[in-house]
């Protein structure tokens, strides 16, 4: 492993488990979301310099029982565990060679982690936090250096306008004002896998230009059930539903499969909130 080889992200939550990911107090992916899923990623532009944190938020859990016993004069069969919710952090040596060579950075099974057997159910909602350090540093992430903020939980007219422009931008089909909105979310995330093809600022806005070519819906913005939260010390302003829904949310009409939801981040950057996330 190297400097330059890029850290990911896995996460699974098995069927019954709704929880959700953070790294570094942001939303790795971001809504809740209900198992069975898999999800795996790029987590380089979540990362900062020194210390990390990687925390698992967890609101719902299977029901378990405990084994059996055995029938008299049976050995007890030894018990299949199957982890509810995990997570880990790897680095993967050129991702663009096979086969792959990762390195596990920090891994997260819960309940286990806790203490508890698989069939034991704590007191939710659950949140479970641990520290790491990572062997290569990373660069400093676009909101570092952002002033904290103090701020409703309706937000300001300066955080309702940043939403409601990229809301018309995707309603109005206006392709180059959503480009704008995004640069920034666009640069930071180049910056943060320079050299990664699916990183590159053509490459992210060309997925934005297939979706403005399809025919799609837009749910309306309804600023009553929108929730402006301070995170990563009031650095990052977290936008996002308070139904659990995304606060955009758009499905293409002939391809029901074809969708684009989101929350969204947002820090201070020269001088104004920009959507960074």
Known sequence: MGANDPYYFNVHLEEGVTGRLWLNDLPVHKVLTRGPRSMQ???????????NRLALEIHALPDRSPPAPPPPGQEAKKPVHILPAGVKIYQVANPNVEPLVAQEIVSVDL????????????????????????????????????????????GTKELVDAVTDVHTALVERDLARFHELLTLKHEAYAAAFPGEPSAAIDRQRA??????????????????????EPRAGGRVVHVCGWDDRPVLEAVAEDHPGLSLRANLLLTSHDGRFRIFG
């Open 111 to 154: 309940p286990v982690a806790l203490g508890l057997e698989p069939w034991e159910k704590p007191a939710l909602p659950l949140y479970h936090e641990v520290e790491f350090d990572l062997p290569f540093p990373v660069g400093e992430p676009v909101y570092w250096h952002a002033p904290s903020s103090s701020f409703p939980c309706s």
């Open 41 to 51: 990623g790029g987590a380089n532009h979540l990362l900062v310099p020194g210390k």
């Open 207 to 228: 997925a934005s230009e297939k979706f403005f070519g399809l025919r799609y819906s837009v749910k309306p913005l309804d600023l009553t059930k929108v929730h402006f």
